[in-house]
Protein backbone atom coordinates (compact mmCIF):
# COMPACT_ATOMS: atom_id res chain seq x y z
CA UNK A 1 0.00 0.00 0.00
CA UNK A 2 2.17 2.96 -1.42
CA UNK A 3 1.25 6.80 0.18
CA UNK A 4 0.81 7.82 -3.86
CA UNK A 5 -1.92 4.98 -3.63
CA UNK A 6 -3.36 6.36 -0.82
CA UNK A 7 -3.33 10.25 -1.87
CA UNK A 8 -4.97 9.48 -5.76
CA UNK A 9 -7.77 7.63 -3.81
CA UNK A 10 -8.45 10.35 -0.66
CA UNK A 11 -7.95 12.94 -3.23
CA UNK A 12 -11.36 12.56 -5.04
CA UNK A 13 -13.10 11.20 -1.63
CA UNK A 14 -12.82 14.92 -0.08
CA UNK A 15 -13.42 16.11 -3.12
CA UNK A 16 -16.80 14.34 -2.42
CA UNK A 17 -16.81 15.20 1.39
CA UNK A 18 -17.28 18.76 0.44
CA UNK A 19 -20.97 18.00 -1.11
CA UNK A 20 -21.53 16.31 2.23
CA UNK A 21 -20.37 19.13 4.40
CA UNK A 22 -22.49 21.36 1.60
CA UNK A 23 -25.56 19.80 2.18
CA UNK A 24 -24.91 19.49 5.55
CA UNK A 25 -24.59 22.86 5.95
CA UNK A 26 -27.76 23.22 3.65
CA UNK A 27 -29.79 21.07 5.22
CA UNK A 28 -28.91 22.87 8.72
CA UNK A 29 -29.77 26.15 8.16
CA UNK A 30 -32.70 25.65 6.42
CA UNK A 31 -34.45 22.92 8.20
CA UNK A 32 -33.70 23.75 11.83
CA UNK A 33 -35.41 27.26 11.80
CA UNK A 34 -38.41 25.40 9.51
CA UNK A 35 -38.83 23.08 12.02
CA UNK A 36 -39.03 25.47 14.66
CA UNK A 37 -41.99 27.49 12.44
CA UNK A 38 -43.80 23.81 12.29
CA UNK A 39 -43.57 23.30 15.62
CA UNK A 40 -45.83 26.70 15.90
CA UNK A 41 -47.99 25.60 13.41
CA UNK A 42 -48.38 22.40 15.30
CA UNK A 43 -49.29 24.79 18.53
CA UNK A 44 -51.48 27.02 16.77
CA UNK A 45 -54.85 28.16 17.79
CA UNK A 46 -55.98 27.40 13.94
CA UNK A 47 -57.03 23.61 14.05
CA UNK A 48 -57.11 23.30 10.33
CA UNK A 49 -53.03 24.62 10.22
CA UNK A 50 -52.30 22.32 13.54
CA UNK A 51 -53.51 19.75 11.60
CA UNK A 52 -51.90 20.11 8.00
CA UNK A 53 -48.59 20.71 10.38
CA UNK A 54 -49.10 17.27 12.20
CA UNK A 55 -49.90 15.49 8.93
CA UNK A 56 -47.18 17.05 7.39
CA UNK A 57 -44.68 15.97 10.39
CA UNK A 58 -46.41 12.26 10.57
CA UNK A 59 -46.09 11.29 6.42
CA UNK A 60 -42.27 12.76 6.75
CA UNK A 61 -41.44 10.25 9.50
CA UNK A 62 -43.37 7.86 8.77
CA UNK A 63 -41.73 7.58 5.58
CA UNK A 64 -37.97 6.29 4.48
CA UNK A 65 -35.80 9.69 3.30
CA UNK A 66 -34.58 7.76 0.58
CA UNK A 67 -38.39 7.20 -0.79
CA UNK A 68 -38.70 10.78 -0.51
CA UNK A 69 -35.55 12.05 -2.36
CA UNK A 70 -35.98 9.28 -5.28
CA UNK A 71 -39.17 10.75 -5.23
CA UNK A 72 -38.30 13.94 -5.45
CA UNK A 73 -35.17 13.34 -8.06
CA UNK A 74 -37.15 10.71 -10.15
CA UNK A 75 -40.73 10.98 -9.04
CA UNK A 76 -42.17 14.27 -9.65
CA UNK A 77 -40.69 14.64 -13.67
CA UNK A 78 -43.08 12.07 -14.15
CA UNK A 79 -46.26 13.91 -13.07
CA UNK A 80 -48.19 14.80 -16.03
CA UNK A 81 -48.86 18.75 -16.75
CA UNK A 82 -46.39 20.27 -14.15
CA UNK A 83 -44.08 16.88 -14.42
CA UNK A 84 -41.83 19.46 -16.89
CA UNK A 85 -41.67 22.35 -14.84
CA UNK A 86 -40.42 19.85 -11.57
CA UNK A 87 -37.35 18.80 -12.95
CA UNK A 88 -34.20 19.63 -10.39
CA UNK A 89 -30.83 19.76 -10.62
CA UNK A 90 -29.85 16.16 -8.79
CA UNK A 91 -28.07 18.07 -5.80
CA UNK A 92 -30.57 20.86 -5.21
CA UNK A 93 -33.35 18.15 -5.68
CA UNK A 94 -31.54 16.12 -2.56
CA UNK A 95 -31.07 19.77 -0.41
CA UNK A 96 -35.00 20.38 -1.07
CA UNK A 97 -35.42 16.43 0.37
CA UNK A 98 -33.24 16.41 3.32
CA UNK A 99 -34.60 20.32 4.51
CA UNK A 100 -38.38 18.88 4.15
CA UNK A 101 -37.24 15.41 6.04
CA UNK A 102 -35.39 16.91 8.44
CA UNK A 103 -37.34 20.08 9.18
CA UNK A 104 -40.06 17.43 10.60
CA UNK A 105 -37.29 15.88 12.86
CA UNK A 106 -36.46 19.24 14.14
CA UNK A 107 -40.06 20.20 14.60
CA UNK A 108 -40.93 17.10 17.00
CA UNK A 109 -37.27 17.84 18.67
CA UNK A 110 -38.59 21.51 19.31
CA UNK A 111 -42.32 20.28 20.74
CA UNK A 112 -40.45 18.39 23.16
CA UNK A 113 -38.60 21.37 24.02
CA UNK A 114 -41.28 23.88 24.20
CA UNK A 115 -43.11 21.36 26.49
CA UNK A 116 -40.19 21.69 29.08
CA UNK A 117 -40.41 25.29 29.45
CA UNK A 118 -42.59 26.00 32.91
CA UNK A 119 -45.81 27.72 32.28
CA UNK A 120 -44.72 30.31 35.14
CA UNK A 121 -42.05 31.18 32.49
CA UNK A 122 -45.03 32.45 30.39
CA UNK A 123 -47.16 34.43 33.17
CA UNK A 124 -44.39 36.32 34.14
CA UNK A 125 -43.89 37.58 30.71
CA UNK A 126 -47.07 38.46 30.24
CA UNK A 127 -47.02 40.33 33.48
CA UNK A 128 -44.35 42.41 32.61
CA UNK A 129 -45.69 43.69 29.59
CA UNK A 130 -44.28 41.58 27.12
CA UNK A 131 -45.68 40.80 23.58
CA UNK A 132 -45.98 37.36 22.40
CA UNK A 133 -43.37 37.90 20.10
CA UNK A 134 -40.90 39.08 22.69
CA UNK A 135 -42.14 36.43 24.90
CA UNK A 136 -41.09 33.82 22.47
CA UNK A 137 -37.97 35.33 21.16
CA UNK A 138 -36.16 36.33 24.40
CA UNK A 139 -37.68 34.23 26.67
CA UNK A 140 -38.67 30.76 25.41
CA UNK A 141 -36.23 30.37 22.47
CA UNK A 142 -33.24 30.69 24.83
CA UNK A 143 -34.40 27.90 27.27
CA UNK A 144 -35.81 25.54 24.48
CA UNK A 145 -32.54 25.63 22.99
CA UNK A 146 -30.72 24.87 25.60
CA UNK A 147 -33.10 21.72 26.50
CA UNK A 148 -33.14 20.78 22.99
CA UNK A 149 -29.59 21.09 22.20
CA UNK A 150 -28.41 17.79 23.05
CA UNK A 151 -30.87 16.52 21.07
CA UNK A 152 -30.43 18.33 17.91
CA UNK A 153 -26.34 17.38 18.25
CA UNK A 154 -27.38 14.04 18.23
CA UNK A 155 -29.93 14.92 14.99
CA UNK A 156 -26.93 16.49 13.21
CA UNK A 157 -25.03 13.78 13.54
CA UNK A 158 -27.54 11.53 11.84
CA UNK A 159 -27.53 13.92 9.31
CA UNK A 160 -23.98 13.47 8.28
CA UNK A 161 -24.36 10.06 8.00
CA UNK A 162 -27.63 10.51 6.12
CA UNK A 163 -25.58 12.52 3.25
CA UNK A 164 -24.43 9.33 1.84
CA UNK A 165 -28.16 8.65 0.36
CA UNK A 166 -26.71 11.16 -2.32
CA UNK A 167 -24.87 8.23 -3.65
CA UNK A 168 -28.83 6.61 -4.36
CA UNK A 169 -29.93 9.36 -6.52
CA UNK A 170 -26.51 9.86 -8.15
CA UNK A 171 -24.99 12.76 -6.95
CA UNK A 172 -21.04 12.15 -7.37
CA UNK A 173 -20.14 12.72 -2.92
CA UNK A 174 -17.69 10.67 -0.34
CA UNK A 175 -19.37 7.59 -0.76
CA UNK A 176 -19.74 7.65 -4.46
CA UNK A 177 -15.54 7.86 -5.30
CA UNK A 178 -15.19 5.11 -2.14
CA UNK A 179 -17.62 2.61 -3.98
CA UNK A 180 -15.88 3.83 -7.42
CA UNK A 181 -12.82 3.11 -5.89
CA UNK A 182 -13.85 -0.01 -4.64
CA UNK A 183 -14.57 -1.29 -7.84
CA UNK A 184 -11.61 -0.13 -9.76
CA UNK A 185 -9.09 -1.21 -7.65
CA UNK A 186 -10.36 -4.52 -6.03
CA UNK A 187 -9.61 -3.17 -2.57
CA UNK A 188 -11.36 -2.80 0.46
CA UNK A 189 -9.19 0.28 1.65
CA UNK A 190 -11.02 2.97 0.19
CA UNK A 191 -14.08 1.88 2.70
CA UNK A 192 -11.89 2.52 5.66
CA UNK A 193 -11.01 5.97 4.12
CA UNK A 194 -14.39 7.09 3.85
CA UNK A 195 -15.31 5.65 7.34
CA UNK A 196 -12.11 7.80 8.73
CA UNK A 197 -13.40 10.63 7.52
CA UNK A 198 -17.14 10.30 8.16
CA UNK A 199 -15.72 10.00 11.54
CA UNK A 200 -13.50 13.20 11.60
CA UNK A 201 -16.74 15.30 10.59
CA UNK A 202 -18.42 13.92 13.74
CA UNK A 203 -16.39 14.36 15.71
CA UNK A 204 -15.83 18.07 14.77
CA UNK A 205 -19.42 18.46 15.10
CA UNK A 206 -19.43 16.91 18.62
CA UNK A 207 -16.85 19.09 19.81
CA UNK A 208 -18.89 22.22 18.17
CA UNK A 209 -22.10 21.22 20.31
CA UNK A 210 -20.34 20.47 23.41
CA UNK A 211 -19.31 24.32 23.31
CA UNK A 212 -22.12 25.55 22.28
CA UNK A 213 -23.82 23.68 25.22
CA UNK A 214 -21.19 24.70 27.38
CA UNK A 215 -22.12 28.57 26.73
CA UNK A 216 -25.75 27.59 27.25
CA UNK A 217 -25.29 26.31 30.62
CA UNK A 218 -26.72 29.31 32.39
CA UNK A 219 -24.72 28.61 35.99
CA UNK B 1 -59.80 56.75 46.83
CA UNK B 2 -59.78 53.47 45.58
CA UNK B 3 -57.05 52.46 43.24
CA UNK B 4 -58.36 48.89 43.15
CA UNK B 5 -61.92 48.44 42.73
CA UNK B 6 -63.14 44.51 42.92
CA UNK B 7 -66.83 43.87 42.09
CA UNK B 8 -69.22 40.71 42.16
CA UNK B 9 -65.63 38.99 40.78
CA UNK B 10 -67.37 35.65 39.66
CA UNK B 11 -65.09 32.73 38.11
CA UNK B 12 -65.75 28.96 37.46
CA UNK B 13 -63.55 26.12 36.36
CA UNK B 14 -66.20 24.22 34.67
CA UNK B 15 -69.16 23.39 37.02
CA UNK B 16 -66.81 24.84 40.27
CA UNK B 17 -67.47 28.07 41.06
CA UNK B 18 -64.42 29.30 42.80
CA UNK B 19 -64.91 33.12 42.87
CA UNK B 20 -68.81 33.56 44.32
CA UNK B 21 -69.10 37.65 43.80
CA UNK B 22 -66.11 38.74 45.62
CA UNK B 23 -66.09 42.03 46.22
CA UNK B 24 -63.18 45.31 48.14
CA UNK B 25 -61.49 48.10 47.67
CA UNK B 26 -57.73 48.56 48.06
CA UNK B 27 -56.72 52.48 48.44
CA UNK B 28 -53.44 53.92 47.98
CA UNK B 29 -50.72 52.64 50.38
CA UNK B 30 -52.97 49.61 51.62
CA UNK B 31 -51.01 46.63 52.54
CA UNK B 32 -53.88 44.29 52.05
CA UNK B 33 -53.28 40.21 53.34
CA UNK B 34 -55.27 37.93 51.87
CA UNK B 35 -55.83 34.27 54.18
CA UNK B 36 -57.45 31.27 54.20
CA UNK B 37 -57.45 27.37 53.51
CA UNK B 38 -55.94 26.19 50.39
CA UNK B 39 -58.25 26.28 47.26
CA UNK B 40 -60.37 29.24 48.91
CA UNK B 41 -59.96 30.97 45.76
CA UNK B 42 -57.14 33.65 47.16
CA UNK B 43 -54.31 33.00 44.41
CA UNK B 44 -57.13 32.58 41.51
CA UNK B 45 -58.51 36.10 42.51
CA UNK B 46 -54.99 37.94 42.44
CA UNK B 47 -54.40 36.31 39.22
CA UNK B 48 -57.63 38.22 38.05
CA UNK B 49 -56.35 41.11 38.61
CA UNK B 50 -53.38 40.81 36.14
CA UNK B 51 -55.49 39.29 34.08
CA UNK B 52 -53.74 35.42 33.74
CA UNK B 53 -57.27 34.30 34.64
CA UNK B 54 -60.37 35.26 32.63
CA UNK B 55 -63.22 35.85 35.06
CA UNK B 56 -66.84 35.32 34.13
CA UNK B 57 -68.12 38.52 35.43
CA UNK B 58 -67.63 41.29 37.72
CA UNK B 59 -65.33 44.06 37.19
CA UNK B 60 -61.89 44.98 37.87
CA UNK B 61 -60.76 48.46 38.22
CA UNK B 62 -57.40 50.04 38.87
CA UNK B 63 -56.73 53.31 38.91
CA UNK B 64 -60.28 54.60 38.09
CA UNK B 65 -60.25 52.61 34.58
CA UNK B 66 -61.61 49.17 34.36
CA UNK B 67 -60.24 46.60 32.07
CA UNK B 68 -63.26 44.09 32.74
CA UNK B 69 -66.59 45.27 33.47
CA UNK B 70 -69.62 43.26 34.14
CA UNK B 71 -67.47 39.97 33.05
CA UNK B 72 -66.93 42.11 29.20
CA UNK B 73 -63.31 42.74 28.73
CA UNK B 74 -62.05 45.86 27.18
CA UNK B 75 -59.68 45.67 24.23
CA UNK B 76 -56.45 43.81 24.46
CA UNK B 77 -54.33 47.02 24.28
CA UNK B 78 -56.14 48.44 26.96
CA UNK B 79 -56.44 45.52 29.52
CA UNK B 80 -52.45 45.75 28.97
CA UNK B 81 -52.24 49.54 29.43
CA UNK B 82 -54.50 49.30 32.45
CA UNK B 83 -52.69 46.09 34.18
CA UNK B 84 -49.34 47.43 33.49
CA UNK B 85 -49.73 49.31 36.67
CA UNK B 86 -49.45 46.05 38.83
CA UNK B 87 -46.58 43.93 39.46
CA UNK B 88 -46.59 40.39 40.70
CA UNK B 89 -44.59 38.12 42.59
CA UNK B 90 -45.04 34.73 42.38
CA UNK B 91 -44.49 31.77 44.19
CA UNK B 92 -42.07 29.80 42.45
CA UNK B 93 -40.28 32.59 41.29
CA UNK B 94 -40.45 32.40 37.67
CA UNK B 95 -37.07 33.89 36.99
CA UNK B 96 -36.06 33.87 33.62
CA UNK B 97 -32.94 31.12 33.84
CA UNK B 98 -30.90 31.88 30.65
CA UNK B 99 -30.61 35.26 32.25
CA UNK B 100 -28.32 36.96 35.04
CA UNK B 101 -30.08 38.98 38.12
CA UNK B 102 -28.96 42.19 36.56
CA UNK B 103 -29.95 41.04 33.16
CA UNK B 104 -33.53 39.82 34.70
CA UNK B 105 -34.02 43.00 35.91
CA UNK B 106 -32.59 45.07 33.15
CA UNK B 107 -34.45 43.30 30.06
CA UNK B 108 -38.26 43.76 31.02
CA UNK B 109 -37.63 47.85 31.30
CA UNK B 110 -35.72 47.59 28.50
CA UNK B 111 -38.34 45.59 25.81
CA UNK B 112 -41.06 47.08 27.39
CA UNK B 113 -40.84 50.92 28.32
CA UNK B 114 -39.22 53.44 26.75
CA UNK B 115 -36.83 54.74 28.82
CA UNK B 116 -33.10 55.23 28.77
CA UNK B 117 -30.91 52.62 29.26
CA UNK B 118 -28.94 54.51 31.90
CA UNK B 119 -32.01 55.30 33.72
CA UNK B 120 -33.04 51.52 33.84
CA UNK B 121 -29.05 50.44 35.22
CA UNK B 122 -29.52 53.21 37.70
CA UNK B 123 -32.69 51.44 38.87
CA UNK B 124 -31.33 48.10 38.95
CA UNK B 125 -28.22 49.16 41.08
CA UNK B 126 -30.20 50.26 43.40
CA UNK B 127 -32.62 47.82 43.87
CA UNK B 128 -30.06 45.12 43.97
CA UNK B 129 -28.10 47.32 46.71
CA UNK B 130 -31.64 47.40 48.50
CA UNK B 131 -32.26 43.59 48.45
CA UNK B 132 -28.68 43.14 49.38
CA UNK B 133 -27.66 41.15 46.47
CA UNK B 134 -25.24 43.78 44.85
CA UNK B 135 -22.15 41.15 44.65
CA UNK B 136 -24.77 38.25 42.67
CA UNK B 137 -25.52 40.80 39.64
CA UNK B 138 -24.10 38.67 37.46
CA UNK B 139 -25.41 35.21 38.62
CA UNK B 140 -27.92 33.21 37.14
CA UNK B 141 -30.90 32.40 39.38
CA UNK B 142 -29.94 28.57 39.24
CA UNK B 143 -26.30 29.62 41.64
CA UNK B 144 -29.17 31.28 43.84
CA UNK B 145 -30.73 30.11 46.85
CA UNK B 146 -34.76 30.21 46.64
CA UNK B 147 -34.88 33.05 49.15
CA UNK B 148 -32.17 35.13 47.07
CA UNK B 149 -34.27 34.21 44.55
CA UNK B 150 -37.72 35.54 45.58
CA UNK B 151 -35.64 38.94 46.71
CA UNK B 152 -34.61 39.01 42.88
CA UNK B 153 -38.46 38.63 42.06
CA UNK B 154 -39.55 41.36 43.85
CA UNK B 155 -36.76 43.47 42.15
CA UNK B 156 -37.36 42.28 38.67
CA UNK B 157 -41.01 43.65 39.50
CA UNK B 158 -40.27 46.65 40.79
CA UNK B 159 -38.36 47.63 37.74
CA UNK B 160 -41.53 48.14 35.74
CA UNK B 161 -42.29 50.90 38.64
CA UNK B 162 -45.51 49.24 39.43
CA UNK B 163 -48.35 51.50 41.30
CA UNK B 164 -49.48 48.35 42.91
CA UNK B 165 -47.60 44.88 43.72
CA UNK B 166 -48.92 41.59 44.39
CA UNK B 167 -47.67 38.82 46.37
CA UNK B 168 -49.33 35.19 45.43
CA UNK B 169 -47.97 33.01 48.98
CA UNK B 170 -44.47 34.77 47.98
CA UNK B 171 -42.75 32.33 50.88
CA UNK B 172 -45.00 29.23 50.40
CA UNK B 173 -41.84 27.64 48.30
CA UNK B 174 -39.22 28.84 51.06
CA UNK B 175 -37.15 26.55 53.67
CA UNK B 176 -38.56 28.32 56.82
CA UNK B 177 -35.20 29.06 57.38
CA UNK B 178 -35.17 31.24 54.22
CA UNK B 179 -38.91 33.19 54.87
CA UNK B 180 -37.33 35.95 56.91
CA UNK B 181 -35.13 38.04 54.03
CA UNK B 182 -38.02 37.90 51.97
CA UNK B 183 -40.56 39.24 54.41
CA UNK B 184 -38.33 42.13 55.62
CA UNK B 185 -38.04 43.26 51.99
CA UNK B 186 -41.57 43.09 51.97
CA UNK B 187 -42.23 45.02 55.29
CA UNK B 188 -39.77 47.70 54.38
CA UNK B 189 -41.54 48.46 50.89
CA UNK B 190 -44.81 48.84 53.40
CA UNK B 191 -42.83 51.32 55.36
CA UNK B 192 -42.20 52.84 52.11
CA UNK B 193 -46.17 53.24 51.52
CA UNK B 194 -45.95 50.54 48.41
CA UNK B 195 -49.90 49.12 48.00
CA UNK B 196 -49.75 45.88 48.48
CA UNK B 197 -52.06 42.42 48.27
CA UNK B 198 -50.20 39.83 50.06
CA UNK B 199 -51.55 36.39 49.85
CA UNK B 200 -50.11 34.75 52.63
CA UNK B 201 -49.76 31.97 54.99
CA UNK B 202 -47.44 33.30 57.35
CA UNK B 203 -50.00 34.92 59.88
CA UNK B 204 -47.57 36.59 62.34
CA UNK B 205 -46.63 38.68 59.21
CA UNK B 206 -50.23 39.72 58.15
CA UNK B 207 -50.92 40.81 61.45
CA UNK B 208 -47.53 43.28 61.82
CA UNK B 209 -47.67 44.07 58.19
CA UNK B 210 -51.03 44.68 57.01
CA UNK B 211 -53.29 47.29 57.52
CA UNK B 212 -56.61 45.22 56.55
CA UNK B 213 -56.76 41.40 56.50
CA UNK B 214 -59.25 39.08 54.11
CA UNK B 215 -60.47 36.16 55.54
CA UNK B 216 -61.73 33.94 52.22
CA UNK B 217 -62.79 30.54 52.19
CA UNK B 218 -64.33 28.56 49.55
CA UNK B 219 -64.72 31.39 46.85
CA UNK B 220 -65.75 34.07 49.49
CA UNK B 221 -64.60 36.52 51.30
CA UNK B 222 -65.89 35.67 54.81
CA UNK B 223 -64.97 38.31 56.81
CA UNK B 224 -62.53 41.39 56.71
CA UNK B 225 -60.77 43.81 59.11
CA UNK B 226 -57.57 45.41 60.89
CA UNK B 227 -55.21 42.69 61.94
CA UNK B 228 -55.45 43.63 65.61
CA UNK B 229 -59.62 42.80 65.26
CA UNK B 230 -59.61 39.43 62.84
CA UNK B 231 -56.78 37.34 64.60
CA UNK B 232 -57.97 38.31 68.27
CA UNK B 233 -61.66 38.98 67.96
CA UNK B 234 -62.68 36.98 64.83
CA UNK B 235 -66.88 37.36 64.53
CA UNK B 236 -67.53 34.23 62.10
CA UNK B 237 -67.32 30.64 63.08
CA UNK B 238 -65.37 29.78 59.96
CA UNK B 239 -62.24 32.23 60.80
CA UNK B 240 -62.72 31.07 64.21
CA UNK B 241 -61.50 27.56 63.26
CA UNK B 242 -59.01 28.51 60.42
CA UNK B 243 -57.58 30.56 62.71
CA UNK B 244 -57.15 28.43 65.56
CA UNK B 245 -55.63 25.99 63.06
CA UNK B 246 -53.23 28.01 61.62
CA UNK B 247 -52.07 30.10 64.99
CA UNK B 248 -51.22 26.60 66.83
Known amino acids: ?219 | MAIVEISNLKKSFGKLDVLKQITFDVNKNDVIAVIGPSGSGKSTMLRSLVHLEEINGGSITIDGEAFVKDGVYAKPQDIKKITSKMGMVFQHFNLFPHLTVKENLELPPKLVKNEPVASIQQRSTELLRKIGLTNHADFYPANLSGGQKQRVAIARALMMNPEILLFDEPTSALDPELTGEVLEVIKALAQEQMTMIVVTHEMGFAREVANRVIFMDNGEIIETGHPSELFTNPQNERTKAFLSRSLK
Open chain 1, 1 to 219: MSLEYFTSILVPMLEGAQMTVLLFFIAIIVSVPLGFLLTLAVKSSFKLVSLLAQGYIYVMRGTPLLLQLLLICFGLPMLPVVGEYLVFDRFVAACIGFVLNYAAYFAEIFRGGLLSIDKGQYEASKVLGFSKWLTTTRIILPQMVRVTLPAIANESVTLVKDTALLYAVAVPELLHFAQTAVNRDFTIVPFFVAGMIYLVMTLVLTFIFKGIERRYKFE
